[in-house]
């Protein structure tokens, strides 16, 4: 359940947090995906873990 900024936000979408994981089939490996949920919205989408390490697209935390 973290929380993240976007830099730029999108139809007044800027804060978002992690509603779940997307565990692969093969439970040995990572986890890579997550959902991110807007709370402004509610609207959700799937990202790349390594999407979140973008400083240009993501803040960790609420700006």
Not at 6 to 25: G, N
């Amino acid at each position: 359940m973290s929380k993240w900024t976007a830099v730029t936000p999108v139809r007044k979408e800027k804060h978002f947090i992690v509603s779940s994981a997307i565990w692969p089939d093969d439970d040995t490996q990572p986890v890579e995906r997550f959902v991110l949920e807007a709370v402004h919205s509610g609207n959700s989408q799937i990202i790349h873990w390594r999407e979140l390490l973008n400083e240009e697209q993501w803040i960790q935390g609420w700006k």
